[in-house]
């Protein structure tokens, strides 16, 4: 049994709808996520991004066998002279992907290429350009190579039986070459949450159709679908725009709860007649409507209806985004079995004063670049601030942070840079 949404807010000390901290809100938010249930099974290009489900253990050593870094001479460190040239006669050649058994006499060497096996009992290998060659005899002067040296030990990079990559990880192209290294054409992954995107507002028009006066094309579908697209592990099930009409909205979150795990619709949470969002919502399912001290991004409802849990976003097109980056985006990954991954921060110093009310998170569009005279980060103020003005969103490279108590800041600061760069 679940507890109801009011008895976790309860136990928050300090909880207050009309003026929730952010970090207030994101434990809220935290104590709601159901855990990822279904596993699956993919292809392994089709992995990438993808959050594994198990621990992925090593079958196999990687490399597999001791083998050469270098293309050159095999030889035993043992046999090296201190202070004067070695000799080694020469008896044959180990190229990569042969496995033959070779056995190399004392005062003997071996020509080797990079990757190929090491011949029992060597354990050095002298890159080429060092050595001279005398007839079959190779001469390498004094100190050219130290004992034990350009050798790759079997099991060095991955050992078989060691946990090659934890459960919970969001695949790179690191980790699929990694994947490969041990052989495995199938990754077992949590399957993609199902996401059900929908704007609401009687004033929106869709991309590519005439723009009636009074009207806005409705550019949050979009902005929620790319975010959802470049967070890589969802499904995203666009429900369209939605007018405010309670019938219709009614339809839509019944709809979007029964086929989606998460429900995310912008618009309508604010205080206007026409918001009829919230009471749809809270008519259909259990949901919490909080003003959050935050700008942008004030509004927000937070529920469930069925088994799926809903994010009621304000309609302003930057506070959505930023909605979504401060309070959905951990959601989500959570919700995909993905172990925590604060967004990376930067630290840097404004051009310019900034204004800032103490009371409030805010987060203001910024340009982040090396300062040519030291090669420091400094970040600059896009122009308006504005959350329905999205061109300064779009010139942006980052978000400062501006936290809770933070009041006004001298030009020079250090504040928190969350950069877009692979988040938007
Ligand atoms: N009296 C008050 N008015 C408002 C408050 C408040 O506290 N008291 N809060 C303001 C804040 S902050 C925000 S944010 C908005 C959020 O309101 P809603 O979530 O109800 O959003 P709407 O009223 O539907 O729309 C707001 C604005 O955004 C435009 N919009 C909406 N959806 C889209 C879309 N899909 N694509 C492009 N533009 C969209 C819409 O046309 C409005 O201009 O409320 C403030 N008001
Ligand atoms: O905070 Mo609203 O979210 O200003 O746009």
């Given at each position: ?35 990822p249930?279904q596993r699956e ?148 992954v949590w399957r993609r949450l ?231």
């Amino acid at each position: 049994m679940t507890n109801a949404l009011s008895d976790i807010a309860s136990c928050l000390a300090g909880y207050d709808p009309d003026s929730m901290p952010v970090p207030l809100a994101q434990d809220f938010i935290a104590r709601l996520l159901p855990r990822p249930a279904q596993r699956e099974s993919v292809g392994l290009r089709e992995s990438l991004g993808r959050v594994l489900a198990e621990d992925l253990v090593c079958g196999i050593n990687v490399p597999a066998h001791d083998n050469s870094a270098m293309d050159g001479y095999a030889l035993r460190g043992s046999e090296l002279q201190t202070g004067e040239p070695t000799r080694l006669a020469l008896a044959g050649t180990s190229l990569a992907g042969s496995a033959a058994a070779i056995e190399i006499a004392t005062g003997q060497c071996q020509r080797i290429m990079t990757g190929a096996v090491m011949p029992a009992g060597l354990d050095t290998v002298v890159p080429q350009e060092f050595v001279e060659l005398d007839g079959d005899t190779i001469v390498i002067p004094a100190g050219a190579v130290q004992p034990g040296a350009n050798r790759r030990l079997a099991g060095e990079d991955l050992a078989r039986g060691q946990v090659a990559l934890p459960a919970g990880r969001r695949l790179t192209p690191a980790d699929l070459g990694l994947i490969a290294s041990l052989g495995r054409a199938e990754v077992p992954v949590w399957r993609r949450l199902r996401v059900a995107i929908m704007a609401t507002g009687d004033e929106l028009r869709p991309v590519g159709e005439p723009l009636p006066p009074g009207c806005v094309y409705d550019s949050n579908r979009h902005t929620m679908w790319a975010m959802l697209q470049r967070l890589g592990v969802c499904e995203v099930i666009d429900l369209g725009v939605i007018p405010d009409d309670p019938a219709a909205l009614r339809e839509a979150f019944r709809r979007a709860a029964a086929e989606t795990d998460v429900v995310l619709s912008s618009g309508g949470v604010s205080v206007g007649e026409a918001d009829h969002t919230k009471a749809v919502m809270a008519e259909l399912g259990e949901v919490l409507f909080w003003k959050i001290a935050m700008r942008p991004g004030r509004p927000l409802a937070v529920g469930r209806l069925g088994d799926a849990l809903l994010f009621g976003m304000p309609g302003n097109p930057v506070a959505v985004m930023v909605s979504f980056y401060a309070f959905v985006r951990d959601a989500l990954l959570a919700m995909s079995g993905a172990m925590p991954a604060p967004l990376p921060l930067l630290r840097a110093a404004t051009t310019a004063p900034l204004r800032k009310k103490p009371g409030r998170t805010e987060y203001q569009r910024g340009i982040v670049s090396r300062r040519a005279a030291d090669g420091a980060w400094q970040v600059e103020i896009t122009g308006s601030q504005g959350s329905g003005v999205l061109s300064s969103m779009s010139l942006a490279n980052g978000l400062l942070v501006l936290g809770h108590e933070q009041g006004d800041l001298p030009a020079g600061s250090l504040v928190d840079v969350v950069p877009f760069e692979g988040l938007i």
